[in-house]
């Protein structure tokens, strides 16, 4: 097989391709070529494959590779400059060749497991940005699912599929064997006791990689409170319980849900949801939040200490510091209350609060916080810019295209 180095471009791939590999080589990082139209116009050319060089990543599983008439194999960018180098070198007489082979499955602590996705969604909530979402990371990646029987998938009765679609299986069989165990929680008790439990490290016990265009460390927006683990979820010791009429205070009873649509009820704070999790994102100087836990475990008599993993730039305190648990007293409140440390507008940092018992439990959830100086964030960041290149204090004009520029010189 000749391998032979294209402009990645469907349609100028032409039939030089006829009997060879394609490589494919961009170096420009922001750039991302539908490798689904290159892999289709490489084989309607006679190609034979195709090598494709990426950031480290898995984008790509979100196709369908199954139905591709011609190998597709993605490499990192340092495999890909030693092919470009040994087809460049082998211009004088040698001709570059490779050879395709069959997959090898690796399997063991090797690989780092669980990741992020590339492509799954991230935080924070547009529309609610004090409801810290996502609110948990599951199994949606490579996932051999059934297929069904049409000619898109050319009669394959079982596939590979990737997205939510896949994750949300997992949740909801989780939720089902959580509920027949136990039948008397409420869906936020079910969602506690998952979001509580998740893990944040990997096979490893490294913190999990968010994967992307730049791989990084996962934090609450990457993946919630973490990745489900579904038998520490049936047994999460705590659990954060909310009644439906405090979903209703905290729409304001949008959409009608009020009796007879006559709701009454005062619209409550965000921060007031009594959510496994707390996002505050407007702290300028301090903010407390409430939270209430129902003990569940098989002990009536128990105490549980406060762990305290502060986000960078916030001081928080929790009182009481200690919960203390007995067969008359099934539910604790405590206050957790958050101080800016420094004045800045800031990006959000990330946190968490545990409360143990001693033993097996370990009641996590995950906070995020964000210091500023303006609630309008986008608006003063793009007012420093322009002032700062102008020099001016007026108020810039906002029809003006967006971005800092410099000042011309005299």
Same mark, same amino acid.
């Given at each position: 097989?000749?391998?032979?180095?294209?402009?990645?471009?469907?349609?100028?791939?032409?039939? #030089?391709?006829?009997?060879?590999?394609?490589?494919?080589?961009?170096?420009?990082?922001?750039?991302?070529?539908?490798?689904?139209?290159?892999?289709?116009?490489?084989?309607?050319?006679?190609?034979?494959?195709?090598?494709?060089?990426?950031?480290?990543?898995?984008?790509?599983?979100?196709?369908?590779?199954?139905?591709?008439?011609?190998?597709?194999?993605?490499?990192?960018?340092?495999? #890909?400059?030693?092919?470009?180098?040994?087809?460049?070198? %082998?211009?004088?007489?040698?001709?570059?060749?490779?050879?395709? %082979?069959?997959?090898?499955?690796?399997?063991?602590?090797?690989?780092?497991?669980?990741?992020?996705?590339?492509?799954?969604?991230?935080?924070?909530?547009?529309?609610?940005?004090?409801?810290?979402?996502?609110?948990?990371?599951?199994?949606?990646?490579?996932?051999?699912?059934? %297929?069904?029987?049409?000619?898109?998938?050319?009669?394959?009765?079982?596939?590979?599929?990737?997205?939510?679609?896949?994750?949300?299986?997992?949740?909801?069989?989780?939720?089902?064997?959580?509920?027949?165990?136990?039948?008397?929680? #409420?869906?936020?008790?079910?969602?506690?006791?998952?979001?509580?439990?998740?893990?944040?490290?990997?096979?490893?016990?490294?913190?999990?990689?968010?994967?992307?265009?730049?791989?990084?460390?996962?934090?609450?927006?990457?993946?919630?409170?973490?990745?489900?683990?579904?038998?520490?979820?049936?047994?999460?010791?705590?659990?954060?319980?909310?009644?439906?009429?405090?979903?209703?205070?905290?729409?304001?009873?949008?959409?009608?849900?009020?009796?007879?649509?006559?709701?009454?009820?005062?619209?409550? #704070?965000?921060?007031?949801?009594?959510?496994?999790?707390?996002?505050?994102?407007?702290?300028?100087?301090?903010?407390?939040?409430?939270?209430?836990?129902?003990?569940?475990?098989?002990?009536?008599?128990?105490?549980?200490?406060?762990?305290?993993?502060?986000?960078?730039?916030?001081?928080?305190?929790?009182?009481?510091?200690?919960?203390?648990?007995?067969?008359?007293?099934?539910?604790?409140?405590?206050?957790?209350?958050?101080?800016?440390?420094?004045?800045?507008?800031?990006?959000?940092?990330?946190?968490?609060?545990?409360?143990?018992?001693?033993?097996?439990?370990?009641?996590?959830?995950?906070?995020?916080?964000?210091?500023?100086?303006?609630?309008?964030?986008?608006?003063?960041?793009?007012?420093?810019?322009?002032?700062?290149?102008?020099?001016?204090?007026?108020?810039?004009?906002?029809?003006?295209?967006?971005?800092?520029?410099?000042?011309?010189?005299?």
């Amino acid at each position: 097989m000749i391998p032979s180095c294209c402009s990645c471009d469907a349609d100028k791939i032409d039939s #030089s391709v006829k009997g060879k590999i394609a490589f494919c080589f961009i170096t420009a990082f922001n750039v991302v070529p539908s490798y689904g139209r290159i892999i289709n116009a490489v084989s309607s050319k006679g190609g034979r494959g195709v090598i494709w060089a990426l950031y480290t990543t898995d984008s790509f599983l979100t196709e369908d590779l199954l139905t591709l008439d011609i190998p597709f194999v993605p490499v990192d960018y340092e495999i #890909s400059y030693r092919i470009f180098q040994y087809i460049r070198n %082998s211009e004088n007489g040698d001709i570059p060749k490779a050879k395709i %082979s069959l997959t090898r499955t690796m399997i063991g602590s090797e690989n780092s497991a669980p990741k992020v996705a590339a492509f799954s969604s991230r935080g924070p909530s547009a529309i609610y940005p004090g409801v810290l979402k996502p609110d948990i990371a599951a199994p949606g990646v490579a996932i051999l699912a059934a %297929s069904p029987n049409t000619p898109e998938f050319k009669g394959v009765p079982y596939r590979f599929d990737s997205g939510t679609s896949m994750a949300c299986p997992h949740v909801s069989g989780i939720v089902a064997v959580l509920k027949s165990l136990h039948p008397e929680w #409420s869906p936020a008790a079910l969602k506690s006791a998952i979001m509580t439990t998740a893990t944040t490290f990997d096979n490893n016990r490294m913190p999990i990689q968010a994967n992307g265009r730049v791989p990084k460390i996962a934090d609450p927006f990457d993946y919630g409170a973490g990745f489900v683990n579904p038998i520490m979820a049936a047994d999460p010791g705590l659990i954060y319980d909310i009644n439906p009429s405090d979903y209703l205070k905290f729409f304001n009873c949008m959409g009608g849900l009020g009796s007879q649509d006559n709701c009454t009820t005062a619209k409550e #704070s965000v921060i007031e949801l009594n959510l496994p999790s707390i996002a505050i994102p407007n702290l300028r100087t301090s903010q407390t939040a409430v939270r209430t836990v129902t003990n569940v475990g098989d002990h009536q008599d128990v105490v549980y200490k406060a762990f305290l993993e502060p986000p960078a730039g916030v001081e928080m305190a929790v009182e009481p510091s200690e919960l203390v648990f007995n067969k008359d007293k099934k539910a604790q409140s405590f206050k957790v209350t958050f101080k800016a440390t420094r004045k800045v507008q800031g990006d959000y940092t990330f946190g968490s609060l545990a409360w143990h018992d001693g033993g097996s439990h370990w009641v996590r959830i995950p906070i995020a916080a964000r210091i500023v100086i303006e609630e309008i964030y986008s608006r003063i960041s793009y007012s420093a810019c322009v002032r700062r290149a102008v020099g001016e204090e007026k108020e810039p004009n906002f029809e003006q295209p967006v971005g800092c520029f410099q000042p011309p010189r005299h």
